[in-house]
């Protein structure tokens, strides 16, 4: 039986993309997986809301800021890439926190998958090769679901539910460019 995408998910992402016009195209790039609805559930938006307002997922590989005349580029290496790849499975853990540059107290729940991790390093590698910009300012892979943003002066303890689950991811977003643009695995 063939499994026909998530349109709502997609619907949600392009919704989600078009609220972001206050971005040029060509910022903030990067490949990123969703999360299915029923794992998304459990991400709540009001602990990301000020910050980070776009559907649940993972960072595959992010490029930052980048010229639009690289987008066609982007999209055509992340298309080949995506062909020689395999549906494979991730999951949820534990949630950890890491604090980032603007001293906030980030929540997350690790995403585990070595197969996850070879996509990263594979893209990462194809898009040096083709000269499309990596961001390098996490030169480590640390795959992870955002779950709240804590402020710097804010002494709150997380203890909300923890996220479980796996899927089987089989697609991956371009988003910040022109459009967003949804490339499915090929094998």
């Not at 039986?1 to 903030?28: A, C, F, N």
């Not at 585990?112 to 990462?124: A, G, P, R």
């Not at 002494?155 to 949804?182: F, R």
Request: hydrophobic share 30%; glycine share 4%.
């Amino acid at each position: 039986m063939i499994k026909l995408p998530d349109l709502k998910l997609i619907y949600k992402t392009l919704v989600w993309h078009q609220s972001q016009r206050d971005k040029k195209p060509g910022e903030s790039v990067g490949i990123f997986i969703t999360l299915p609805e029923e794992l998304a559930n459990q991400f709540p938006i009001e602990g990301k809301s000020a910050e980070d307002t776009s559907p649940s997922h993972v960072t595959v590989l992010y490029c930052g800021d980048i010229p639009l005349s690289f987008e066609d580029k982007l999209k055509e290496v992340t298309k080949k890439c995506c062909e020689n790849m395999k549906p494979f499975v991730a999951s949820l853990s534990k949630p950890q926190e890491f604090i980032n540059h603007k001293n906030q107290r980030i929540v997350h729940s690790p995403v585990k998958s070595q197969k996850l991790h070879d996509f990263h390093d594979f893209l990462k590698k194809e898009f040096l090769i083709n000269q499309i910009p990596v961001d390098n300012k996490h030169p480590e892979y640390k795959p992870h679901v955002t779950i709240r943003y804590i402020q710097p002066d804010d002494e709150a303890i997380y203890n909300d539910n923890e996220p479980k689950g796996e899927w089987i991811v089989n697609s991956c977003w371009i988003w910040g460019g022109q459009e967003p643009y949804l490339v499915g695995f090929g094998k």
